[in-house]
């Protein structure tokens, strides 16, 4: 696939962004309920609103180009990392990277207390520190949240944040996993209905 990388700002803007997904075709592909490129841009404008590092905001609108252990679909395959990286800078890159071929979303769980994620497939071991474990653990919550669902994973996720009090998370991300610790239910999308809502 080509990709315009050539002459590139250091720093894509959102509108470029979002131009890549529609290059990528991730507008004619089918993700929960409506398309792929609606639910990566949802996943991007949740980190944005939790005040995410841009590298981690832009890795979540395109968390899943490479294909994931529940979503299959690729858009570009692993010799398209140079590019990629190009694209949406190193640490992006590097973040989609680990997201698309970890076990997910355990894996950045366990990785907390070994500092390594395992290629699902090929058993490879990443060093993941804990600013990378933070990153891919937003991510992961807001991929989900953007979904609606993910409510076994984020009752596990408050509880680690409870045990990692110095874990680097998003001021966002944690405000909404401390009420969701207090009220006992996963925070629903912004701008989603609650379950309780739609019943």
Not at 100 to 115: H, I, K, M, Q, Y
């Given at each position: ?11 894509p ?32 404008r ?23 252990n ?19 800078g ?9 997201f ?16 390594i ?43 680690w ?39």
């Open positions: 696939m080509t990709l315009p990388v050539a002459n590139m700002p250091e720093r803007s959102l509108q470029m962004l979002q131009e890549y997904l529609s290059l990528l075709r991730a507008d004619q592909v089918p993700h929960s309920g409506r398309t792929l490129k609606d639910h990566l841009e949802g996943t991007g949740i980190l944005r609103e939790w005040g995410c590092d841009e590298a981690v905001c832009i890795a979540g609108m395109f968390h899943s180009i490479y294909g994931t529940v979503f299959g679909f690729k858009r570009l395959g692993w010799s398209d990392r140079p590019l990629v990286g190009r694209m949406l190193e640490r992006a890159e590097h973040l989609v990277y680990l698309c071929v970890s076990d997910r979303p355990g894996a950045f769980l366990e990785a907390l207390g070994t500092g994620i395992r290629h699902r497939t090929s058993g490879e071991s990443f060093s993941a520190g804990v600013d990378v474990c933070a990153a891919l653990l937003e991510i992961e919550s807001a991929n989900l949240i953007e979904q609606g669902c993910g409510e076994q994973f984020l009752k596990r996720l408050s509880a944040v409870s045990a990692y009090p110095d874990l680097p998370l998003s001021v966002g991300l944690r405000s909404l996993l401390a009420g969701y610790a207090a009220a006992g239910k996963a925070p629903a999308a912004p701008g989603r209905p609650t379950a309780e809502e739609l019943h």
